[in-house]
C-alpha cells in the first residue's frame, strides 16, 4: 500500500539518519533522507575519509544504499545539516540524483529550523545534465 509521506515527516527523517554522521575532519553532519512512490524512506548520512577525497556525501549514502536495495521510483529527497536555509545538494550528488531520481523534489533545511523547509527540483539543479541512456 502507498503510504503518504509530507515533506516535514521527510526533513526530520534526514534529521535523524544525520545522527549516523561520520564527518570527524569537517564537523559538518548531513543527513539525506530518499522518498520512493511506495511511501517508503531510505536514509544515509555523510561519512569522511582521512584521504579526503574519498568522502562520501549524505545524499550518495542514502542513493547508494536504496538503489542496492533494489529500490527506484524516488519521488523527493531531503537533505539536513546545520546550514542557514539548508545544504544544497553539491554537484556530484546532483549528478547521481539526475541518473536515479530525475522527478525528485530536494527538500533542503537547517537541522536548527527543520520547519523552515526550501523546496527545489532535481531537474532545475541540474539542467540539462549528462546520461548515456536519454
Ligand atoms: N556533504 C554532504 O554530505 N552533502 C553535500 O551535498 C555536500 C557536502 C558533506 C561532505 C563532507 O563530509 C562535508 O559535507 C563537508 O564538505
Do not use: W
Not at 539525506?32 to 544515509?44: C, D, F, H, P, V
Not at 523534489?105 to 546520461?131: I, N, Q
Request: glycine letters at 8%.
Amino acid at each position: 500500500m502507498t503510504k503518504t509521506v509530507t515533506p516535514a515527516e521527510l526533513i526530520h527523517a534526514a534529521a535523524q539518519a544525520r545522527l549516523g554522521a561520520v564527518a570527524p575532519y569537517s564537523q559538518f553532519q548531513v543527513g539525506a533522507a530518499l522518498l520512493t512512490a511506495a511511501g517508503e524512506i531510505l536514509g544515509g548520512a555523510n561519512v569522511e575519509s582521512a584521504s579526503y577525497g574519498l568522502t562520501c556525501c549524505a545524499e550518495r549514502v542514502a542513493l547508494f544504499g536504496a538503489l542496492t536495495k533494489g529500490r527506484r521510483d524516488f519521488t523527493a529527497v531531503a537533505v539536513v545539516a546545520r546550514a542557514p536555509g539548508g545544504p544544497m545538494p553539491c554537484g556530484a550528488c546532483r549528478q547521481l540524483l539526475a541518473e536515479y531520481a530525475p522527478q525528485a523534489k530536494v527538500y533542503v533545511a537547517d537541522s536548527d529550523d527543520l520547519a523552515c523547509v526550501r523546496e527545489f527540483t532535481v531537474a532545475g539543479l541540474l539542467p540539462e545534465a549528462f546520461v548515456l541512456v536519454p
